[in-house]
């Protein structure tokens, strides 16, 4: 059974920092992309950030770049998002995602908010 797990979000103040955690199983974590999108309401989800499956090359949307980093432990069936300097505008629900040229997974979110 597949399963994508997030942790890590909670309530946190302009500036501050927040690691999202994603733990995978029930597949072939290595062979998969993994990206973190963002969803709040009445908005379309929003792709965050991607790493691939070889190599660790990555990619972020403009508005988190030099703010947020992607990163995987293959050895863990873990993807990670390291989030700095957060802003009210990075309020929102996160999802893990998994992705291959057959199968799409997705996790059940975890909500960040960002707030004085």
């Known amino acids: 059974q597949v399963q994508l797990v997030e942790s890590g979000g909670g309530l946190v103040q302009p500036g501050g920092s927040l690691r999202l955690s994603c733990a995978a199983s029930g597949f072939t974590f290595r062979r998969y992309t993994m990206s973190w999108y963002r969803q709040v309401p009445g908005k379309e989800r929003e792709l965050v950030a991607t790493i691939i499956s070889a190599g660790g090359s990555t990619n972020y949307a403009d508005s988190v770049k030099g703010r947020f980093t992607i990163s995987r432990d293959n050895a863990k069936s873990t993807v990670y998002l390291q989030m700095n300097s957060l802003k009210p505008e990075d309020t929102a629900v996160y999802y893990c995602?998994?992705?291959?040229?057959?199968?799409?997974?997705w996790g059940q979110g975890t909500q960040v908010t960002v707030s004085s």
């Open positions: 995602n998994a992705a291959s040229w057959v199968h799409v997974y």
